[in-house]
C-alpha cells in the first residue's frame, strides 16, 4: 500500500547531486594542489570514525595530511612588531633574542623533524604492507570460494 | 483483518518534557492521530525517561496526556547489567554471537514484565498493537504477545544490532511493518530476505511561521552561525561537526558560530568556545525561529532512520549539511534538493564555503527543502498512508 509519491517527488531547481558532484571534483583539484595537507585537518578527522573504518582511500589521505604537516619550518622568518611606539627598538629586541635561541632551537627541531619523517614513513610502509597483505589474502578467499563452487 | 479501531501504541519511553528521541515522538505523534481520527487508542510505555539508565523515575499507573490514555509500568530492575553489556560489546565489535548469546543479550536489555502482562491480559480489546523501536526487550517481548495483530515501527538503522537472529525472527514473525522512508524499508528487505511487504508511512511535520533575523536579534548573536538541534552523542554525529567547525574557522578564518539545542555534553576545544552557543532545551518556536536564522543545519549521524530535526529546518527554509554515510538523511538531500552531502573535512569546507558566499544558493536549497516536507509530510498525506496502513495491518 505504497504512496507513489514516495519514489517521484523531486525538488525542481536544484540538483543536489550534480552540485555535489561539482564540490567533490574542486575538491579533488584541490588536494592535488596541497590545499588540504594541514595537520589541523588531520586533527579534525580524528572523529570521523566512519571514513576510518570504511573508506580506504582515507588513510592514504590521511598519510598525506600527516606527511605534509610533519616538517617543521625551522627557518629564519621576518621578524615584525604590530605595535608603531618603539617599534623599531623592539624589532631589534626581538631579533636578539632570536639570534640567541635559533642555536639551540634549530638543534632541537631538526631532530623532531627527523623524528616526525621517521613516523610518517614508518607508517606509510606498514599501511603499504598492510594493504598488500589484504589484498593478496582476498585473491586467496576469492579463489578459495571458486573452488568450493566448482564442487 | 478488522479496521483498526482499538489500537495499542508500545515505546520504551514516552516523548514528553525532557524526554526527547526521534522513535518516541513519532510514536506519540502516530497515536495522537489515530486517537484525532476518532479511533480508541492506549499509549503504554515504562516509566523511564533517561536512555542511559532507564531508572524508573515517572510514577507507574494511567494519566490522560492530552488526547491519550498513558500506561506507565516499571522497568524491570533485575536486569544483568553485566551480561548486557558484554554481549552487547561484542556484538557492536561485529564479532558473531551466538542464539544464546542474542537471547541473553534481548533479555536484558530494557524489558517490563508489568507491562507485558498488561498486554497479555488486555490483548483480546486491541485489533492492532503498534511498537518501535525495534531493539529494545520490551518491544521485542511485546512482539510476541499477537503477532499477528502487531504492526512494528522499527526505526531501522543498519547498525550490527539489526543483523542479529532474533531480529531477523522478529521482522518475520510480526503482521506488518512501518518505515518512515523508502530506503529504511529497502534495508529491512535485504537484511531479512522479506518478500516486498510494510508500508512507508512517515511523520507530519506542522509548518510554523519564521523570521531568519528573530533569534539572532532576541539572543544578540552578533555572527552568522550554523545550527545542530537535538541529542549530542558521538552516535549523533555531534563531536565531528564541533572538530570540523574547529578546523573551519582556523582555515578560513570565517567568523561563523555555532548554535545548538538539546541535550547532552558539547566538548569543544577552549579556543572554539566562545564560537558555541548552547542554549539546550528550548520550545518549538524558539528551535524553529533558531533554524531559520541558520546559515546552515548540520547533521553528522549515519544512523538515522527519518530525521525529524532535518524535516524541522527545511519547514524553516534552512539548508542541511549531512554526512555522506548516513545514507537515510543523504538520500532525504538528494529526493529534496535541500541539502548537500559531506565524505570528510575538505568536502565540509567547501560545501560550507559555498553556503556561506552564496545566499541565492542557500535561499534555492532552502525552499525546494520546504517544498519537499509540505508535500511530503503534511498531516493530510501522512494521515492517508498512516490509516490505511493501521486498517490494512501494514502487512
Redesign the interface.
Known sequence: MNDPSVLTIHAPGVDTEALVRDIQDTVARKQQQGVYADARIARAERSNLVNLRDDESFTGFYLTALREASAIDINDFEIRERRARFAPLLVKLKKSIWNLLKFYTYRLWSQQNLVNGLFVTGMESINEQLTSRIKTLEARVAELEKKLDGR | MPAARRIAFICPRFAEQGTVGGAETLLKALAERAAADGREVEFLTTCATNHFTWENTVPAGTRSIGALKVSFFPVDDDRDVTTFLTVQGRIDKGVKVSRADEEAWIANSVNSRALIAYLREHIGRFDRVVMGPYLFGVVYAASQVAPEKTVLVPCLHDEPFAYLSIIHDMFHRVGGLMFN??PEKDLALRLYDLPERG??VGMGIPDAPTDPNAFARKHRLPNPYVIYCGRREVLKGT??L???L??FR??TGRALDFVFTGSGPIDPPDELRPAIRDFGFVDESDKRQAMAGAVAFLHAS?NESFGIVLLEAWLSRTPALV?A?GVVLRDQ?????????F?????FE??LL?LLDDPSLRQ??G???R??VL??YNWT?VD??LF??LD?G?A
Open positions: 522512508l523508502e508500508t512507508v563531536p565531528i564541533v572538530a570540523y574547529h578546523a582556523e582555515r549515519v554526512h554515510n538531500c538528494r529526493r529534496s534538493g535541500g541539502g548537500l552531502w565524505r570528510h573535512y575538505p568536502d567547501e560545501c559555498r534555492r536549497l525552499e525546494s527543502g517544498r519537499y508535500d511530503r498525506a492517508r498512508r490505511a496502513a490494512g501494514a
